[in-house]
């Protein structure tokens, strides 16, 4: 769903505010928000927690547009050498794994069932 203009702004502004910051207690105003856990057991799994970002659902024409770009670079890197290749998915490799614990937790978000 599409966010509206100002909810987009709102997140823009409280990014800088959250980002960095622990989190020290939890109040849960709508359960739903959860999905299938109850509010005493995801306080314990988050508080203590460095939030280490914000995201939002991705709208259809961004899908769209980043698929677009994709397709519009692959000539470009068909036309690098396998060994640039290599030395370029190593690199990604090695920043994955130095920041994997921020990564998974990024990840963490989609899940449906956080137990």
Not at 3 to 18: I, M, S
Not at 23 to 36: A, C, D, H, K, Q
Not at 76 to 87: F, I, M, T, Y
Request: aromatic share 4%; hydrophobic share 45%.
């Amino acid at each position: 769903m599409p966010e509206l203009p100002e909810v987009e702004t709102v997140a823009r502004d409280l990014r800088g505010l959250v980002v960095g910051a622990r989190i020290v207690g939890v109040r849960v105003n709508w359960l739903r928000t959860l999905r299938s856990q109850d509010p005493e057991a995801f306080a314990r799994a988050v508080v203590g927690r460095e939030i280490v970002g914000t995201s939002r659902d991705a709208t259809a024409e961004e899908i769209s547009a980043a698929m677009d770009s994709a397709a519009s670079a692959q000539p470009g890197w068909d036309a690098v050498s396998a060994a640039e290749r290599a030395d370029c998915l190593d690199r990604a490799a090695y920043l994955l794994e130095d920041r994997r614990v921020q990564f998974l937790s990024l990840l963490v978000r989609g899940r449906k069932d956080h137990s």
